[in-house]
């Protein structure tokens, strides 16, 4: 969607918050031997608490309030019975909508001491994302974000995810503009329009270049398999940059 009001912007803070908060209730409240169907059981009773609709479920029949994923599990993670520990590195998503507006934020959280690797890809992948929420703002060329985060990538020899993309989010999950690469590109002449509200999340990998869909229709895995992070955050296009909606509070 394009902001053209105060009041859109205010009901797009609203569940902004509402989706941080919860994301961030999960992952404080995450520990070893709880399984991922009992923390998708938190987001859904905050979710709920606040009045707001779980989007992957209402929008496309996902299984789950939230979407967990577990290591080798990349996105689109289904909550189940398995059982998280010590070591894990466990991703976030949080989705929903309030009111007929839609925010949508995700993190990478490691349970207990991780590999130190694991724990600089992690802090690269929150940076990954807060250079590419750099390049927004009004008439900046869409290509931008994903140019600077391969430029970041590339440095510190990290592969990008390459076939899941940010997207316009606001009255829908997944509005125009449908795809954001947030790795390189040449061939995007698209430029941001003021008020446009979109998210930023690249994937992040060791190694990883592709997501492909495992059994059960849902769960993505990278090709070839390697350790992989994402950060999201819900934006909106402004003169001065970008203002980040998906903000506890």
Not at 142 to 167: C, E, M, Q, V
């Amino acid at each position: 969607m394009t902001i053209t009001k105060q009041d859109e912007l205010l009901g797009l803070k609203e569940i902004g918050r509402i989706v941080a908060n919860t994301m961030h209730a999960m992952a404080q409240a995450m520990e070893p031997g709880m399984t991922t169907r009992d923390l998708d059981a938190i987001g859904a009773r905050l979710l709920d608490q606040e009045g707001a609709v779980p989007a992957p479920n209402s929008e496309y029949g996902f299984p789950g309030a939230t979407c967990i994923s577990v290591n080798e599990e990349i996105a689109h993670g289904i909550p189940g019975e398995r059982v998280i520990a010590t070591g894990d590195l466990v991703n976030i998503d949080v989705s929903a909508s309030k009111n007929g507006f839609f925010a949508d934020t995700g993190a990478s959280f490691r349970v207990g001491r991780v590999d130190p690797a694991l724990g600089r890809l992690c802090r690269d992948g929150k940076r990954a994302m807060e250079i590419g929420i750099a390049q927004v703002g009004s008439n900046k060329p869409l290509a931008g974000i994903g140019n600077a985060i391969g430029k970041f990538a590339k440095a510190r020899d990290y592969t990008l995810i390459r076939n899941l993309a940010s997207h316009g989010v606001g009255r829908s999950l997944h509005e125009y503009p449908e795809s954001v690469a947030t790795w390189p590109t040449r061939n995007d002449t698209r430029r941001i329009t003021k008020g446009l509200v979109l998210t930023v999340e690249p994937f992040l990998s060791m190694g990883g270049h592709e997501a492909v869909e495992g059994d059960d229709g849902w769960t993505l895995y990278s090709q070839p398999s390697a350790p992989v992070v994402q950060y999201e955050h819900t934006v909106v296009a402004t003169d001065r940059g970008a203002i980040v909606v998906t903000l506890p509070g």
